[in-house]
């Protein structure tokens, strides 16, 4: 009998299936090289999934030495502080959202997630002796208020010797004044003539008035989020003197007890064509259009260099040019 030995019967083995492995192989290689490559288009695909995504910040800076600012940003929080020669703004922004800190003179947002574009409007050196950050914001129809709350008790402003409040700082710059007393008795018919003639007796020629937007839309449905917003492109009048609107008190008002909005004053908004918006109880309220009521004149005046403190011991009076 023949010897079976192992190690000669392996070789040829290995001899005659040689071309057969080979052949076999080729496919395997082919298979596992596809496999690969589609593990490494997913691992790719993956990580640039995984990649933040960026995004583009514009700004257009008005009355300051630098006219804009570009940032291309990652996707998440951001914070970046301007980089000019003035401070304290108010922002608008047409395309994605941005917050300003005045107090900082930073641009910051929790979530960039889209391109964001705005204009940033520096509001002057008087504004530096206002406290910005404790005064809440919203969008007028110039941009971004700055608006004092109804318990503030830093908002006194002398005037051609009377004293207003400020009510806010507008979106272009400019300050609304509440008169802090009544200049007599009227309703909705014909509170503009004793406007107009308180007006045109005491700060006609005032070289610092400026006219601006005053609300008259009818105001019948409320909700808040018709609320949230002092934009009226459409029932208001330009003029250089006003009532305050119930959007305003509504906002001044809301969270507080204590107002410097005092009660039974008209305001310049109907309730419906038999009725109209005043204040009562420290609360918005209605009443017959025909009623008698205090006439408070709002007036607007250019950004200005403030002296004093705003408060009533010390209100805040225009300072030089």
């Known amino acids: 009998m023949k010897k079976f030995d192992p190690q000669k019967e392996l070789n040829n083995l290995r001899t005659n299936n040689k071309s057969e492995i080979n052949n076999m192989m080729v496919p395997l290689l082919v298979i596992g090289c596809a496999m690969l490559g589609m593990v490494g288009y997913t691992f790719s695909v993956n990580l640039e999934n995984k990649a933040p995504k960026e995004y583009t910040i514009k700004l257009d800076l008005e009355n300051t030495n630098v006219n804009s600012y570009v940032k291309t940003v990652k996707e998440g ?19 994605g959202d941005l917050k300003y800190n005045a107090e900082l003179n930073t641009i910051y947002s929790d979530n960039i997630n889209s391109d964001v574009e705005c204009v940033v409007s520096y509001l002057g050196d008087g504004t530096k002796m206002i406290d910005f950050n404790s005064m809440n914001t919203i969008n007028d129809n110039t941009g971004i208020s700055y608006y004092y709350q109804g318990n503030s008790t830093n908002n006194y402003v002398r005037f ?15 300050y609304r004044l509440l008169l802090d007393s009544s200049i007599g008795s009227g309703n909705i018919y014909n509170y503009n003539d004793i406007l107009v003639n308180w007006f045109n007796t005491y700060l006609a020629t005032d070289e610092y008035i400026v006219t601006s937007d005053y609300d008259y839309n009818n105001y019948s449905l409320l909700n808040e989020s018709s609320l949230s917003t002092l934009v009226n492109m459409d029932s208001f009048n330009i003029s250089n003197v006003g009532l305050l609107s119930l959007k305003e008190v509504y906002n001044i008002n809301k969270g507080v007890t204590n107002s410097y909005i005092p009660n039974n004053m008209l305001l310049g908004n109907k309730y419906d064509e038999s009725n109209t918006w005043i204040t009562r109880d420290g609360n918005l309220n ?15 005046i250019k950004a200005v260099k403030f002296v004093g403190q705003g408060t009533i011991e010390s209100p805040f009076e225009i300072g030089d040019k």
């Open 160 to 174: 051609h010797d009377m004293i207003f409040r400020i009510v806010r700082v507008n979106g272009d710059g400019s």
């Open 77 to 95: 929080k951001f914070s970046d502080k301007i980089d000019t020669d003035s401070t304290f703004a108010s922002i608008n922004c047409t395309k």
């Open 286 to 300: 209605y009443d017959s259009n025909y009623g008698s009521f205090d006439i408070r004149p709002v007036i607007n």
